[in-house]
């Protein structure tokens, strides 16, 4: 049951989040159009120019600018949205450390595409993964359903006063940005209520000017100095504080995404990974993003063959969500990991974090399946076969690292 | 200096509770820009470039360089149309 009027509107990924934005009260929007993301920019605009939203579309030469502009405008207290996908996410690269160490609740929405070159325009995760380290939240959408409700709660989440962070909402660029899907939309009202406007955390000035409390934002009657030097004296102690609040962010991330699915009805697991017939499974797929999908039908193919199969899909993946995805994977006979990504010289990177996060825990066998890259196709037969190599991995342990779906 | 604090305690983002008027910079000069009030056509171009707005102008007479924050980089200076600025040590 859903607490609020819904209405199913057929949208593509890219409109979902437009129109999600539309609803979110957001003051600024400064982004560079970029395939697979362009839809988002363009009906942005056009909710602009024909008066449905009141928000500032600002327009830039780059991407580097578009991120700076939102540095620029959050800090001055708005509330803020851009959106960019491979190339242009990593011409931001400088500016989303700038972001999120000047504690400024960005959002931004992925649309995850393949980093040139050669030039690729189609989905893989190594553009947001380049990203992992930036101090941003992320969080993985498996459909057009979800970076809706992932962009509603990520302003909830970024704006809370005890997170302060930007947050990044992936979705798979063409497979979730350009296919159309039945999407229920909330009422306008019902999200604007939801997120609310943005209120400004305050700051505590010293006692030559009153020991009073003032708002942390660019304001000419008590300007503050953002992004001064900062260096061995107290640089270390504004990472900790990133450090700390990246691991208390998790809790705020539940919250939201209970009270969420109280409004829509929807929800993704626990808010961090969603299990799919997990729980008496001996051999599990664990995997981000839309191909998790697909793993649904091919776990329930294989389980009326007879085999305890499962999937787990890792919706957050910043902050890493070890205290729900630990105990569901640590029991298991063996377990594979869909990278649509790769550290090159190491594994994936979901791998990479899975394993650190395993060890010591008696954990399962672990594999580590790298696929689809630059959009190449993940059929239900490859992941059948990806199945079958999970279910003999005692036999075959060797190697970890195993690229799938391409020629040999 | 007063006594380096935990980060607990420190505010977030980096941000500094002051502004840049309370950033005296005059000391890191080693030039200081003087000002030939003869010489002088009142046209504002030092004012205009001065990086850190250190040159303050009322638009009608002798500019006057403010040395509590001019850095002493010397572009006033150098954009003078009838150098009437000398940067003395």
């Known amino acids: 049951m859903t607490a609020v009027k819904q209405v199913i509107m057929g949208l593509n990924g890219d409109e979902a989040v437009a129109y999600a934005v539309k609803q979110c009260n957001v003051d600024v929007v400064s982004a560079y159009p970029i395939t697979p993301q362009t839809i988002i ?273 890792v919706r957050v993946f910043r902050p890493f969500p070890e205290e729900s995805l630990v105990p569901l994977l640590r029991d298991k006979t063996a377990v594979g990991v869909l990278d649509r990504g790769i550290s090159f010289g190491s594994y994936g990177q979901l791998y990479l974090d899975i394993a650190a996060h395993l060890y010591g825990r008696m954990g399962p066998i672990l594999i580590d399946f790298v696929y689809g890259l630059g959009g190449r196709d993940m059929p239900p037969s490859l992941i059948k076969s990806v199945f079958r190599e999970i279910i003999e991995a005692e036999k075959n342990p060797e190697p970890v690292l195993r690229v799938r779906g391409v020629r040999g | 200096m007063s006594e380096l604090k935990g980060w607990r305690e420190i505010p977030i983002g980096g941000v500094v509770p002051l502004s840049s008027l309370e950033y005296r910079t005059g000391d890191w000069k080693v030039f200081r820009p003087v000002i030939d009030e003869e010489k002088c056509v009142k046209c504002g171009n030092c004012w205009m470039f001065c990086p850190d707005s250190a040159i303050e102008w009322d638009g009608e007479g002798v500019p006057k360089p403010n040395y509590e924050y001019c850095k002493g980089c010397g572009v006033c200076a150098e954009e003078c149309p009838v150098k009437a600025i000398k940067m003395v040590r």
């Open chain 1, 41 to 313: 920019v363009e009906k942005i605009s056009k909710f602009v120019n024909d008066g449905e939203v009141d928000l500032e579309f600002i327009k830039v030469e780059s991407e580097h600018s578009a991120l700076s502009a939102c540095v620029g405008a959050s800090a001055a207290g708005a509330r803020t949205f851009t959106a960019t996908a491979a190339n242009g996410l990593q011409l931001m690269h400088e500016i989303l450390y700038i972001t999120s160490s000047l504690r400024l609740p960005v959002v931004m929405a992925i649309a995850n595409r393949a980093p040139s070159g050669p030039i690729n325009i189609h989905c893989d995760h190594n553009d947001s993964m380049g990203a992992r380290d930036s101090g941003w939240i992320q969080i993985y959408s498996e459909d057009a359903q979800e970076a809706y409700d992932n962009v509603i709660q990520a302003f909830r989440i970024a704006e809370h006063p005890d997170v302060l962070l930007p947050v990044m909402v992936m979705m798979d660029g063409f497979l979730i940005t350009h296919t159309l899907q039945n999407v229920s939309v909330l009422d306008d009202y019902a999200v604007s209520e939801f997120v609310g406007y943005r209120r400004v955390d305050m700051i505590k000035v010293p006692a030559i000017h009153g020991d009073k409390e003032v708002y942390r934002m660019l304001n000419p009657r008590y300007p503050l100095t953002f992004g001064p030097l900062d260096l061995f004296d107290y640089y270390m102690e504004h990472k900790m504080q990133q450090i700390e609040t990246m691991k208390n962010a998790k809790k705020i991330i539940k919250e939201v995404h209970d009270e969420y699915a109280k409004l829509s009805g929807r929800f993704y697991g626990d808010g961090f990974v969603e299990p799919y017939k997990a729980d008496d499974a001996d051999f599990l797929l664990v995997g981000l993003g839309s191909t998790m999908g697909t793993v649904k039908e091919v776990v329930d193919d294989l389980r009326e063959e007879g085999f305890k199969v499962g999937s787990v899909r």
